[in-house]
């Protein structure tokens, strides 16, 4: 993971791993997320589970503001803001103090969210939301990231079925399939940290290939 200081190599070893799961909505992050957890844990692991926007109490505010309502509440600036103060927040709370104990931690969504949805799909330019990211996060990147991926109506129907609309999901077909490609883009740009997965399997079989990926890029036995 980067964004480490230079304290040694000890100090790298002794710190847990930054694990994070993205995709469009209905992608079945928050089921792979437990299944990774549960698999980190019965190998003796400490594991914190989290998301995003969300994870602390401050951020998980922030979060209520970001996702319900009309979707022009705010303007995608004022929205790309309020992601980077909940990441902030959580970042600071959470996720670093947890790193720095040796528990590994697994994210549903992080910054490639926010490149996909305000960049890509809102049409925030990237590069601000970059330079957002080194003054919110500095050079903290997750160790590994599996990127769900499955045809935008698909996973829309799985979202609509699931309930509880959110702000994002009544954007329509277009910022979404913004969306999608974007995402893939940032996954072609970064094949080091980047899995891809078909998230149009059944969640088990989606499952498997996660754990798969997930011993082979991190020496894990599971």
Known sequence: MTGRDGKGSLAIMMRGRFITL???E???KSTQRAAIASALRQVGLKVLETREP???PGAEEIRELIVRGDPGRWDRETEALLVFAARRDHLQRLILPALEQGQWVVCDRFSDSTFAYQGYGRGVEVESLRELHRF???DLLPDLTFLLDLPVEAG???????GGAERFEALGLDFHERVRKGFLLL???EPERFVLINASLPP???TQAVLK???QRLGLTL
Do not use: N
């Open 136 to 138: 919110c996060a500095g």
């Open 22 to 24: 993205e995709g469009g």
């Open 156 to 162: 829309l129907a799985r979202a609509a079925h699931r």
């Open 213 to 215: 990926q997930l011993e």
């Open 26 to 28: 209905g992608a079945g």
């Open 204 to 206: 088990e079989e989606v």
């Open 54 to 56: 969300g994870g602390s």
């Open 187 to 189: 996954a072609a740009q």
